[in-house]
T-cell receptor, first 110, second 113 residues
Framework: DQQVKQNSPSLSVQEGRISILNCDYT??????FLWYKKYPAEGPTFLISISSIKDKNEDGRFTVFLNKSAKHLSLHIVPSQPGDSAVYFCAARVNNDMRFGAGTRLTVKP | EAQVTQNPRYLITVTGKKLTVTCSQN?????MSWYRQDPGLGLRQIYYSMNVEVTDKGDVPEGYKVSRKEKRNFPLILESPSPNQTSLYFC????????????FGPGTRLTVL
């Protein structure tokens, strides 16, 4: 069963605009959420995370929002840059169990 | 340079021929894990290890074995590979128990004919 879902396989935005990537989860026991970015032929790299006790975490152009009641989190990238074009994975953790979504391919057009 | 290395990067093999994918990290991390990535399914955890000689099953362990005899190495063993194990495999490590940030290797693309 997919406990973490990214329902949009792809997203295309214009350079300078906001990118919003969404993620839904089903397990209310998840206590930590992360976003990873993956370029072709490379392993995923950590981007940003948020604890379940918070509802927002910001790091430069990247902000993650967590809505526990809706079991939903989102990643905002502002402003988007062509170098942000990659596959973004949402992940959620409880104890030793880490679950990933299927990924969203973001394309930022110049 | 801090990194996770995997070998080989690409492998084509035949059904039933035992193979090992090596994984090594130079960050003195306690926690290591293996994932497979398949289209539409994202990354799924195969096995993980919290420390030397301590391993446990992840989400999809069937058909795989692991060992953790040294802190830096965590090989993935396919005793009798089958075509449904054709996938992209990633090794990852982190510094603490299921540390928040995992460092991933570059991946191993395995094809089982």
């Amino acid at each position: 069963d997919q406990q973490v879902k990214q329902n949009s396989p792809s997203l295309s935005v214009q350079e300078g605009r906001i990118s919003i990537l969404n993620c839904d989860y089903t397990n209310s026991m998840f206590d930590y959420f992360l976003w990873y970015k993956k370029y072709p032929a490379e392993g995923p790299t950590f981007l940003i995370s948020i604890s379940s006790i918070k509802d927002k975490n910001e790091d430069g152009r990247f902000t993650v929002f967590l809505n526990k009641s809706a079991k939903h989190l989102s990643l905002h990238i502002v402003p988007s840059q062509p170098g942000d074009s990659a596959v973004y994975f949402c992940a959620a953790r409880v104890n030793n169990d880490m679950r990933f979504g299927a990924g969203t391919r973001l394309t930022v057009k110049p | 340079e801090a990194q996770v290395t995997q070998n080989p990067r690409y492998l084509i093999t035949v059904t039933g021929k035992k193979l090992t994918v090596t994984c090594s990290q130079n960050m003195n991390h306690e926690y290591m894990s293996w994932y497979r990535q398949d289209p539409g399914l994202g990354l799924r955890q195969i096995y993980y290890s919290m420390n030397v000689e301590v391993t446990d099953k992840g989400d999809v362990p069937e058909g795989y074995k692991v060992s953790r005899k040294e802190k830096r190495n965590f090989p993935l063993i396919l005793e009798s590979p089958s075509p449904n194990q054709t996938s992209l495999y990633f090794c990852a490590s982190s510094g603490t128990l299921m540390g928040n940030e995992q460092f991933f290797g570059p991946g191993t693309r395995l094809t089982v004919l």
